[in-house]
């Protein structure tokens, strides 16, 4: 089985400053790793994924993250960021030639300052 | 294609009550996932079915809950009888088992509030 785990409950930022998002995975198979958002009152949207290739994935709204296999690690960073990022970000893993199911991380919470 | 639909948004009852939501996948989506969501707890996995058929209920809390597929296009989740506990937000979400990937697609919720 796989597991998620994300080490920041809350990241507060100010406005314009980088931001990283820390997300570490558990798996003895290789693995699809997504970042997911969830804005106030939404339901969540996928941010952007990892499947195989490069290990830099570039998503929406200008987020990106790192692949890193033997950190078994998935950080998702920005470089500056805006109030409109205010929101929860979920962390996800699914294994290689299982189900369709996802496991989730238990979320962070970035706070954008003004 | 208008992406996972749920129904209803909000939904306001008393203890003791039946409640009964509903979710209309992404055609073509062969997987359907129930999740919930509560403050004290996260995002949890109830149930997902694949083609139909329940895979995985080890998430549902307890007998008072239940999930049905009937057909490709629709599944229900009732709670009878319902409890302040069981107040949060209920997600369905499908997937294509043909995406290698593995993608989930969400609604956007129904936020149930038991009193």
């Known amino acids: 089985a796989q597991s998620v785990t994300q080490l920041d409950s809350q990241v507060p930022v100010f406005e314009e400053a980088p931001v990283e998002l820390r997300c570490n995975y558990s798996?003895?198979?290789?693995?699809?790793l997504f970042w997911y958002v969830q804005y106030p009152n939404q339901g969540l949207q996928l941010l952007l994924k990892y499947l195989s290739g490069s290990t830099l994935v570039k998503g929406i709204n200008g987020f990106e993250a790192e692949f890193n296999k033997s950190q078994t690690s998935f950080h998702l960073r920005k470089p500056s960021v805006h109030i409109s990022d205010t929101a929860e970000y979920f962390c996800a893993v699914s294994g290689y030639g299982g189900a369709n199911n996802l496991f989730f991380g238990t979320g962070t919470r970035l706070t954008v300052i003004p | 294609d208008a992406g996972v639909i749920q129904s209803p948004r909000h939904e306001v009852t008393e203890m003791g009550q039946e409640v009964t939501l509903r979710c209309k996948p992404i055609?073509?989506?062969?997987?359907l996932f129930w999740y919930r969501q509560t403050m004290m707890r996260g995002l949890e996995l109830l149930i997902y079915f694949n083609n139909n058929v329940p895979i995985d209920d080890s998430g549902m809390p307890e007998d008072r809950f239940s999930a049905k597929m009937p057909n490709a296009s629709f599944s229900t989740l009732k709670i009878q009888p319902s409890e302040p506990r069981d107040s949060a937000v209920y997600f369905c979400?499908?997937?294509?088992?043909?995406?290698?990937?593995?993608?989930?697609?969400f609604g956007p919720g129904t936020r149930l509030t038991v009193l």
């Open positions: 055609s073509g989506h062969d997987y």
């Open positions: 979400a499908s997937s294509f088992s043909e995406h290698q990937y593995n993608e989930q697609f």
């Open positions: 798996s003895s198979v290789s693995v699809y």
